[in-house]
């Protein structure tokens, strides 16, 4: 988070500086600060930035809820990713398929107490590399490595699968059928995205290299699962799907699960974009919205401009149904 005060309204519509889709476009354009959230109570379950959340939600003229819900745990001692750097230099994977631009970094610090950077670079360049979207090809091009394939926006499995298939269609001999696949997760587990590649052909290697803990201090997070439940919060932020996940495990234990899905189904629901929609929708939670663009600014101007009339709707339908 930036340390020298709030960041202007043109940052916050940003994103982090690691964001690059949509970056230029966004700082050109000059946004009417709205009041957009005036009397609303607004929930951000954001960790790493959630002082810059909570600073964008006020500018929107909401009532920021802070309840940090994550942290991230680099696994110093991974052995599968010291398997998976053995196994890469001695030549026996086909395609490595990078999902983050933290998880390639973090991996990349593993590798380096045990290999050479320089010999680990050269493997990489041998195979074929794939890249969820721009965090992590800024992260493999910082040690010169353009991936061969890319998936663009909104970066989901759904796009990454799509753009192997057109690779294997244009070049057989990037097809999936019988190749070795290594996949850099990055704290939850991609089921869907892995039995697509087996689906396909593939022999796959999960690379877990971070995890995702719960916050130390659970305090936040247990009053705004109150706040939730007993239907005092308006609207909800997800920027990553561990939130998700996060919000109903401590839910659960705090016995609350059925009041957070029912106060979440009262409130307005916005999700930074399909893969978290989706891990909503496992819980029963359907997403009311996602911004244009997978980015914290737009997510928070789209929401807050769309947040009277889709909390007005939508409890006046619980009414009707009541």
């Known amino acids: 988070m930036p340390g020298d005060g709030a960041p202007s309204l043109s940052q916050a519509l940003r994103g982090s500086p690691e964001d690059e889709a949509g970056v230029r476009d966004a700082s050109s354009q000059q946004f009417n600060v709205m009041s957009g959230f005036t009397g609303m109570r607004v929930l951000a379950l954001e960790s790493r930035r959630a002082e810059e959340l909570a600073k964008l939600i006020t500018t929107y003229g909401g009532q920021p809820i802070v309840a940090p819900s994550m942290r991230e745990v680099p696994l110093e001692s991974n052995k599968e990713a010291l398997t998976f ?4 230099l001695a030549g026996e994977f086909d395609v490595v398929v990078f999902l983050t631009g933290v998880g390639t970094r973090t991996l990349l610090g593993v590798v380096e107490k045990v290999h050479d950077r320089g010999e680990y670079v050269a493997a990489l360049q041998r195979v074929i590399v794939v890249a969820r979207g721009p965090k992590p090809v800024a992260a493999l091009r910082e040690i010169g490595i353009t991936p061969a394939i890319t998936a663009p926006e909104p970066n989901t499995w759904h796009e990454l699968l799509r753009a192997l298939d057109d690779a294997g269609k244009a070049s057989p001999e990037r097809g999936l059928q019988g190749a070795r696949v290594a996949v850099q997760e990055y704290g939850v587990s991609n089921p869907e995205l892995l ?3 087996r689906e396909r052909g593939a022999q796959v290697t999960r690379v877990p290299v971070y ?3 719960l916050p130390r ?4 997070l247990r009053a705004a699962i109150s706040a939730i439940a007993e239907g005092t919060v308006d609207v909800a932020l997800f920027t990553t799907a561990v939130q998700a996940v996060h919000l109903f495990q401590v839910a659960a234990e705090m016995n609350l699960e059925e009041p957070v899905r ?6 307005i629901v916005a999700s ?3 893969t978290t929609s989706e891990e909503l929708e496992r819980r029963g939670i359907r997403a009311d919205l996602e911004p244009s663009h997978p980015k914290m600014g737009y997510l928070v101007k789209e929401t807050s401009e769309q947040a009277k009339e889709l909390l007005g709707r939508k409890r006046q339908g619980i009414a009707s149904a009541g």
């Open 85 to 88: 750097a053995t196994r890469l």
């Open 195 to 197: 039995a697509g590649l």
């Open 211 to 213: 995890q995702w803990a």
């Open 217 to 220: 201090d659970l305090a936040p």
């Open 262 to 267: 029912n106060g979440l189904n009262r409130a």
């Open 272 to 274: 930074i974009g399909p």
